[in-house]
């Protein structure tokens, strides 16, 4: 098994769950995690940082991986629903 599908493998099976004050970084953090596991591409990333950068939330680019919406973005929350 390559590494990069063992990491998938591995990545599938855990469940995260990140829970903290508003603005500790917790989206930050999971889509860093998304990225460095290769779940987001650099094209998509180098997106990420250029779209944040021109909101003036430079720093914010990690956290967009997870934000779907311009509302989420404006509002720094992600609304998520699991089923």
Same mark, same amino acid.
């Given at each position: &098994?390559?590494? #990069? ?8 099976? @855990?469940? @995260? ?12 953090? &999971?889509?860093?995690?998304?990225? /460095?596991?290769?779940?987001? #591409?650099?094209?998509? &990333?180098?997106?990420?940082? /250029?779209?944040?950068?021109?909101? #003036?939330? #430079? ?21 998520? @629903?699991?089923?």
């Amino acid at each position: &098994m390559e590494v #990069g599908t063992l990491t998938r493998t591995v990545s599938l099976i @855990c469940v @995260c769950t990140s829970l903290g004050h508003v603005d500790a970084g917790k989206s930050t953090l &999971m889509g860093h995690l998304l990225y /460095q596991l290769g779940f987001v #591409g650099k094209k998509a &990333m180098h997106k990420f940082e /250029q779209d944040s950068r021109k909101a #003036g939330k #430079g720093s914010f680019a990690y956290a967009w991986v997870l934000d779907e919406t311009e509302e989420e973005r404006q509002e720094n929350c992600v609304y998520l @629903c699991l089923y």
